[in-house]
Nanobody, 126 residues
Framework: VQLQACGGGLVQAGDSLRLSCAAS????????VAWFRRNPGKEREFVAT????????LYADSVKGRFTISREKDKNTAYLQMNTLKPEDTAIYYC????????????????????WGQGTQVTVSS
């Protein structure tokens, strides 16, 4: 499975961006798809996840109400709609997919994901 993430950029606080993550190869219908982000010197931080089959979503408290994760099954693509962006949202954003079904308690765990995209930079100026 290969993931191609895109959609990052430089925006001002309050603006919106939509990231996309297209998967190629054999993906599981039971996959969970997530977005993580990382700033230099820090570990990857969970942002949001969606179950491919059910559409069940989870969000980090820091983005709840501002970000929306979704998927388009026929395009094998996941999205992260980011609204009301803040300077603290500045990071490299990574999409990740699991190769199998995982339990709900692991969906925020970076180690639960098997495949990773290359990352896309999001910079929010104040």
């Amino acid at each position: 499975v290969q993931l191609q993430a895109c959609g990052g950029g430089l925006v001002q606080a309050g603006d919106s961006l939509r990231l996309s993550c297209a998967a190629s190869g054999r993906t599981s219908r039971d996959s969970d798809v997530a977005w993580f982000r990382r700033n230099p010197g820090k570990e990857r931080e969970f942002v949001a996840t969606i179950n491919w089959a059910s559409g069940y979503t989870l969000y980090a408290d820091s983005v709840k109400g501002r970000f929306t994760i979704s998927r388009e099954k026929d395009k094998n693509t996941a999205y992260l709609q980011m609204n009301t962006l803040k300077p603290e949202d500045t990071a490299i954003y990574y999409c990740a997919w699991t190769g199998r079904r995982i339990i709900t308690s692991r969906r925020r765990d970076v180690n639960a994901y098997d495949y990773w995209g290359q990352g896309t930079q999001v910079t929010v100026s104040s």
